[in-house]
């Protein structure tokens, strides 16, 4: 996975996130399937009884379950640059997906938010950047900027990943004994700073690392095709 | 912008407002066959006012309803599906208890008041709620919060887990 790529246990990372993404959307199937109301809705209340809220609700679900399978095989750029025209086709999903459903009903659905101010900043923000970057990274492309493309969506599919990384934070922070809200707001706000860390460090490594300052903008060797 | 992303953009934008109509109506739908306002368990299980001194029995029974009423928000978020690797609290919900105690002196007795304890167990702690029922006028009061409660407003104070 590019994100991983010259990281030691790349693989590892890589099985971890499919792994994750997996396990998301299966609990998402929870709000289809038919039975019992979830709990997300019960802790709702009043919220979950608007029809906007819930369409907003069931719009970000939906958008961000495609975001997440439609982008995973993009961020493998072996596979993309064998299969350019799905590249192109998944990556028309991938935008559709963020752009006009899960990012903005996302920031719809942060302004009655857990975790009060805090709770909502975070969403906010999360969902302005990451509508930003994929807009970012469609612009750049019809630009034929491929560097740009290629940073600006890595910079988006991370933001994708702070839902599961949310999950597997709050998880832990469960673990080891943290009171409900406290746990909540704090694993929001990590799973964004994974979420960069997780960008930035990977850009770091494939434009600043592997080449110097000279050729900062330059494509990837692992991209080079990929657009063609 | 290309005519794919116009074309998905107002697709997205279509099946929103028909997501929303059709959500609307299923709120209104549900509204309406609340009409007129559904009888909570207490009321169905209240006496008949032509009953001038209802048995003991019934009053056990009213408080049973009513207490039922109490803890179902709880009872349906403990029974509610949940998977741990979602954005709801990881945190399993305490099991709440309800149980209903006359006094002694009431069982058989024909006095105008029955006095009664209300006892809600959650995680170890037993909140106990005494509570007075006037068999003549058929209302119900109970002691809450320092202070002396409707049904109402009791059943508004309904706790919630999270």
Redesign the interface.
Known sequence: MFLFSGLRWAKLWTALVVVGCGLLLYSNLIYFNGGPPPRFLWEKGAYAQMPWWLAAFYFHVVGASICLAAGLPLMFPRWTSKHPAWHRRLGYVYLTAVLWMAAPSGIALAFTAKGGVLGTLAFALAGVLWWWTTWTGYRAIRRRDISGHVRAMVRSYCWALSAPAFRVIQMALFLIGLEDSTNYVVSLWLSLAVSVWLAESCLYRVYVSTYTSRTFVRVPFSHQGAFE | M?R??IL??VG??V??AG??AV??G??GREAAAKMPVAPRAYELASISRSDATPSIDKVEQRLAALTGDYIRPWK??E?????????????DVTPIYAKVELAAHSAGGTEGLVVATIAISKGGETETVPCVVDRTTNQVRLFAGEQWLTEDQWLSQAPRP?
């Open positions: 290309n794919f992303l998905s953009a997205c934008l099946a929103f997501l929303w959500l609307h299923a709120t349906q978020l029974s509610s599906s949940h998977r741990r690797f979602s954005r709801a609290a990881v945190r999270f």
